[in-house]
């Protein structure tokens, strides 16, 4: 049993970009999908597939490589089981400038600062990619 999925989804994005893998398979959840989807919006990743295995799902993602080079360069977990992180809207982190996005799960979904700042919705601060 995994105590924090989100972060095993992350490690795993991360050894496969260490690996130059095309792409890596991560178990789905609810969560984890919507993380994805702002991965595809944001372009971080060329592309990901949901997968039915009978069981909770898997979700298939393509990386992106631009000459060897990763879309990605960081991936981390901010707010962990044992000690949660949680933002108002004014107080929403920026990574590295603008640069790179917080990923935020809200009253309204799971979303960027850059949305949650827009709609004016705070909420605990999952992870920061860059």
């Given at each position: 049993m995994l105590t924090d999925p989100i972060a095993d989804y992350l490690t795993r994005i991360r050894n496969a970009i260490l690996r130059k893998y095309p792409t890596v398979e991560v178990p789905a959840s609810n969560?984890?999908?919507?993380?994805?989807?702002?991965?595809?919006?944001?372009?971080?990743?060329?592309?990901y597939e949901v997968m039915d295995d009978k069981k909770q799902g898997i979700i298939k993602i393509t990386l992106k490589y631009?000459?060897?080079?990763?879309?990605?360069?960081?991936?981390?977990?901010?707010?962990?089981?044992?000690?949660?992180?949680?933002?108002?809207?004014?107080?929403?982190?920026?990574?590295?400038?603008?640069?790179?996005?917080?990923?935020?799960?809200?009253?309204?979904?799971?979303?960027?600062d850059a949305k949650a700042r827009s709609e004016n919705v705070g909420g605990e601060v999952l992870c920061y990619i860059w």
């Open positions: 969560m984890k999908k919507a993380i994805t989807k702002i991965l595809k919006e944001e372009g971080y990743i060329e592309d631009e000459d060897g080079v990763s879309a990605i360069s960081g991936l981390e977990r901010i707010s962990k089981p044992g000690l949660r992180h949680y933002s108002t809207a004014e107080k929403l982190p920026k990574v590295l400038n603008g640069l790179g996005i917080a990923i935020i799960s809200t009253s309204k979904g799971v979303m960027t």
